[in-house]
């Protein structure tokens, strides 16, 4: 079956340092692979949709890698800031074509 | 322009009680998704429309969830009768959606509905 895994660990990194989290995901084909930020409370907020003939793609201080070949995407986010504290939701498109599935999030704490 | 509108934000119910949430998705949205988020976990999908008919519910625990978007719009989600494991938020996101295309373009999710089933 289709499954996407995410750092299970929350991440702590130091203000000003790159922060990279990681998407693997296994038994899937996705034309697309998008990346969602989720605040405590809130529904997730979409940041970058990158495509599978697309290496990399870049959003202000974010940077999105996808590897097909791996099965894997980093999300880089530089110059962090405490306000990138939240959890980030890696999610793929279903075979079917049409709603995405989620991984579990991975949790990151931007320390002053 | 308004976003996802979900009401309630939060509901208390004791188990084997019923309840039901409401979803506006942005105007114009052909496509209405309704997510269950268990703590600590990702979305699960449970049901999408296009417009008003179902594309995927292959995940619903339909011997106790329904859900129904009459005129394409508004939709609703219903649980009855409730079990402590539906203890979740319950997301409800749009897309402008193209039937029978892969998506290709971004979610927009509501607040949610925080459900606890005592």
């Known amino acids: 079956s289709q499954k996407i895994e995410q750092n299970s660990e929350a991440l702590n990194i130091q203000e000003g340092k790159t922060a990279t989290l990681t998407c693997n995901y296994t038994?899937?084909?996705?034309?697309?692979l998008q990346w969602y930020r989720q605040d405590p409370g809130r529904g997730p907020v979409f940041l970058l949709l990158?495509?599978?003939?697309?290496k990399e793609k870049r959003k202000e201080r974010l940077k999105v890698t996808f590897d097909t070949t791996l099965k894997q995407s980093l999300f880089h986010i530089t110059a962090s800031q405490p306000a990138d504290s939240a959890t980030y939701l890696c999610a793929l498109d279903v075979d079917s074509g049409y709603a995405l599935n989620f991984g579990k999030g991975t949790s990151l704490l931007v320390t002053p | 322009e308004a976003g996802v509108a979900q009401s309630p934000r939060y509901k208390i119910i004791e188990k084997r009680q019923s309840v039901a949430f409401w979803c506006n998705p942005i105007s114009g949205h052909a496509t209405l998704y309704w997510y269950q988020q268990i703590l600590g976990q990702g979305p699960k999908l449970l049901i999408q429309?296009?417009?008003?008919?179902?594309?995927?519910d292959s995940q619903l625990p339909k011997d106790r969830f329904s859900a129904e978007r009459l005129k394409g719009v508004d939709s609703t989600l219903k649980i009855q009768p409730a079990k402590l494991e539906d203890s979740a938020v319950y997301l409800c996101?749009?897309?402008?959606?193209?039937?029978?295309?892969?998506?290709?373009?971004?979610?927009?999710f509501g607040e949610g509905s925080r459900l606890t089933v005592l």
């Open positions: 429309f296009q417009n008003n008919g179902v594309v995927d």
């Open positions: 038994n899937y084909s996705p034309a697309y």
């Open positions: 990158i495509r599978e003939n697309e």
């Open positions: 996101a749009s897309s402008l959606g193209i039937a029978g295309a892969r998506n290709t373009g971004e979610l927009f």
